[in-house]
């Protein structure tokens, strides 16, 4: 199994509404990502943990709050948020960090945020 | 800081090889991969290479490094429609965290 499940695969919110992504690996990842991707964009990426411990955050709004439940897990809040937000939400998963081993991607969700 | 280089466009007819370029400035990069990147999909990983290696085939696909220039390419044979797609480019040096991806490259397949 060397899939990453995202759900849900769209969502469309409300500027008050709160809302969770979901990530979910069970190939025994110890590190995981979240990358926001706008059209046409590479992917950027977001957070990172490892050991299921936030170890990059790379200056995102309080707005977007990731949770990483367990190993396996990895979840982001989304609360607030705003028009320009609306983007595909990318989970991905890595053995490790650091520059040894691939990481895998999952089919990402679509947010629209209005 | 580290920069990643493609072009954004590539057309080719169905059958041909497709080889797409990528450019990278980051001399201490440990790995590079190729993703490929379907319309409204997720990232696939296509392959990867070691930075102390120079080439890698895995069926259809040839990566080809060239570290002294820091250029990296992919090959893909026998092209088919569905290599339609972006593929982006991307590297990650020892000890970093993060995926530097490049900007991507379209590429249309003519039946």
């Known amino acids: 199994d060397t899939e990453v499940t995202q759900t849900p695969k769209h969502l469309v919110m409300g500027m008050t509404n709160k809302k969770s992504l979901k990530c979910e690996q069970h190939m025994g990842h110890r590190a995981m990502y979240w990358y926001k991707q706008k059209a046409k964009k590479p992917p950027e990426l977001m957070f990172v943990y490892s050991y299921e411990k936030l170890s990059i955050n790379e200056s995102v709004p309080s707005r977007f709050s990731p949770e990483c439940p367990n190993s396996s897990l990895l979840n982001l809040h989304l609360h607030a948020l705003q028009p320009e937000d609306s983007a595909l939400y990318l989970c991905a998963s890595s053995q490790e960090t650091g520059g040894n081993t691939e990481a895998f991607f999952g089919q990402g969700t679509r947010l629209t945020v209005v | 800081g580290e920069d990643v280089e493609q072009s954004l466009f590539l057309s080719v007819r169905e059958g041909d090889s497709s080889v797409i370029n990528c450019t990278y400035t980051?001399?201490?990069?440990?790995?590079l991969y190729w993703y490929k990147q379907e319309p409204g999909a997720g990232l696939q990983l296509l392959t990867y290479?070691?930075?102390?290696?120079d080439m890698k085939q895995d069926q259809r696909l040839t990566v080809l490094l060239n570290k002294k220039d820091k250029h990296l390419s992919l090959r893909i044979a026998d092209t088919q429609t569905g290599d339609s797609a972006i593929y982006f480019c991307a590297e990650i040096s020892g000890g970093s965290y993060q995926l530097t991806f490049g900007k991507g490259t379209k590429l249309s397949v003519i039946p």
């Open positions: 980051d001399s201490s990069s440990t790995y």
């Open positions: 290479i070691f930075s102390n290696m």
